[in-house]
């Protein structure tokens, strides 16, 4: 989460705004953190949640579709209004976290997650909000644990808790448990759209995981030219990481031609390029104006 400060302050009124910002940060994020603490063991949460009237069910769908489109402004104001009308509306606290998170504000958006789960309202996917969220605000590694699996127990099917799971353990150097995330969060994504981003990223874990297979299933299909996007993508990982980046680049191009333009901006973004953004061979494929 950023703390906008204004530059204009000067002397005291700068030093008094910045240690004000920091404690009252600091306050939200312990009280975030504290509700975790209290939050009820995976087998309390239910999935059912209230009965949800067809009203209640449109304004539901129309925040969702204005948070999906970018415009948080109109959906804080309906849901506001909503609220309003009608103080018990369900769902409301997950949208309400949801529209924090995305406006930035991470520590009293995962409070109001935290509410949502409590009531048994969103369950899964608030405890995959809330997961994600405690990723980016909180230093406790065992809180982000316990959301992930709590997501997973609450809706042990979805690959969508594995597959982020397995993300944020990339992030702090767990690849050997990301890589068993990923690999669950591939069995249950087959046949769907998500595949080939779930498969690129174990791939590309399996590669920081040091896996000894991995290189040599990589350049066999490479040899024959029988690669898929996944494989393309930790095969360019595979070439950077060995120092030749003119395959990297080329591979890259290949996958360009194949993926399509999502999966293929998605799987170029990852952490495993950022050390051969600075190359010259791969500059603009890495950072496209």
């Known amino acids: 989460m950023t703390l ?3 530059l204009l ?3 005291g009124l700068l030093v008094g705004g910045l240690l004000l910002g920091a404690y009252a940060l600091g306050r939200k994020q312990r009280e975030a953190e504290s509700l975790a603490g209290d939050f009820p063991v995976s087998e309390g949460v ?3 949640g209230p009965s949800i009237a067809p009203s209640d069910l449109a304004t539901f769908d129309t925040v969702l579709e204005f948070l999906t489109t970018g415009k948080l402004a109109e959906a804080r104001h309906t849901l506001v209004q909503a609220r309003e009308a ?3 509306l369900p769902f409301s606290e997950y949208l309400l976290g949801k529209i924090l998170l995305l406006s930035k504000n991470a520590p009293e958006g995962v409070i109001h997650l935290n509410s949502s789960a409590n009531r048994g309202e969103m369950a899964p996917e608030s405890l995959l909000e809330l997961a994600q969220a405690y990723a980016r605000v909180s230093t406790r590694p065992e809180v982000v644990e316990r959301y992930y699996e709590q997501a997973i127990l609450a809706d042990p099917l979805n690959p969508d808790p594995f597959f982020y799971y397995g993300q944020a353990l990339r992030k702090v150097g767990q690849s050997s448990k990301a890589v068993e995330a990923l690999q669950r969060a591939v069995l249950r994504a087959k046949g769907t759209s998500d595949e080939p981003i779930i498969a690129g990223k174990l791939a590309l874990a399996r590669l920081e995981n040091g896996d000894p297979t991995i290189a040599a299933e990589l350049r066999k299909p490479m040899a024959e030219g029988t690669m898929d996007v996944p ?3 930790a095969a360019a990982a595979l070439a950077a990481r060995e120092q030749d980046f003119a395959q990297a680049a080329e591979l890259i191009r290949q996958a360009r031609e194949l993926a399509p333009p999502e999966v293929f901006r998605y799987l170029l973004s990852d952490q495993i390029f950022e050390a051969s953004r600075g ?4 500059r603009d494929l890495l950072n496209p104006r």
């Not at 190359?279 to 791969?282: K, N």
Request: net charge positive; no cysteine.
């Open 46 to 48: 239910s999935r059912a």
């Open 86 to 88: 009608k103080p018990d």
């Open 279 to 282: 190359r010259p061979e791969m």
């Open 231 to 233: 494989k393309i993508f």
């Open 4 to 6: 906008a400060l204004s």
């Open 9 to 11: 302050l000067v002397g």
